[in-house]
């Protein structure tokens, strides 16, 4: 069966790789259809990614469905279509034991530091499918990424009538605004690239965004946005660390500040006067957790998360390595790209 090999950063090639093995107990075989392509592909592909090792079939973003189960197998059954939570834990660690598999200290991340999805069948752990019949195979590739954004807003957890400042309006910012709205908080989107800011008002229906232009007015604005009082939530979505060190500044007294954007920088900000004084709470969100996925294919089933907006182009899988270098260029505007597999 054929594969999409990413052999070092820069080259993809189309391979020929051996059908997986009958599952065993407890693992599933599955046909894969839909495979999101997001950030840490092309990371891989660019070569910037420290996790990313090669040769390596990407695809983590998953949309599948049940060909057979191993014996044991009782939650999902062949036809089932079904979203994959991608992290592959150990379930022995201390962190898999106290239930944060997220951040099992043995992590393998389907697509990343094993081989992924951009083949035609898959055996993984039945355990990481999640059903949902009533989803369309785009829908169920795109419940990964939403489950960045629920995650790191669990993280945060404001609540009505607090303020809720998104930092990044990349498809990660975009995962945790839709579930900032959820929350009840008044949310506001912060970017310094005004058509981004201009996408999140359009297609995500939300009022108050901030340009960042690094002079300080964002400061201000947000104030004006607040009454005052700053935001309770931050959650900086960039992965730079200038706009990390320079968050703290737009939280309120009291305030929760995630950073769910990754950076291999130094972090650097004065702990007092404002990580002090406001008495800040600083969180890192990692990956997330089954009932995320579970919950958003519920949000979304309810029409709560409307998808239509998300997913910007297409590619078959023999067109994949062709448009690739294409998708990841700004003026492409990108928002979600899925290759269809059959
Ligand atoms: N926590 C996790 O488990 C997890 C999972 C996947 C991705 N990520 C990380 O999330 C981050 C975002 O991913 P993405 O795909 O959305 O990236 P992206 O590059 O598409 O989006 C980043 C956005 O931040 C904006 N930005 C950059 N610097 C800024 C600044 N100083 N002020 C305001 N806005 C600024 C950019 O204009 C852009 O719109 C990355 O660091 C990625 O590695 C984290
Ligand atoms: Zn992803
Ligand atoms: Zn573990």
New binding site residues.
Partial sequence: MKAILLEKPGLFTVTDVAEPNVPAAGEALLQIHRVGI???D??GYLGK?PFFSYPRIPGHELGVEVLAVGPGVIHVKPGDRCSVEPYMNCGQCHPCLLGHG?CCENLKVLGVMMDGGMTERLVIPARKLHPANKLTLEQCALVE?LA?GC??INRGNPKSGESVLV?????????VIEFAKLSGAKTIV????EQ?LEFVRRAMGVADTIL?R?DGT?VESLRQLTDGAFAQVVVD????H??MS?ALAYCSFTGRLV?????PSEIAFQHAPVMHRRELTLL?????LPPDFTRIIGLIEAGKIDTRPWITHHAAFDEMIGVFPKWIQPEAGVIKAVMHVT
Avoid: F, W
């Fill in positions: 997001c950030g840490t092309i990371s990614m997220n990424t960045i995650h790191a930092v990044g309006a990349g498809p990660i910012g975009l995962s912060m970017d310094l690239n981004r960042a690094g964002e979505a960039t992965g730079s200038k706009s320079q950073y769910v954007g990754i950076t890192a969100s990692r990956n997330a």
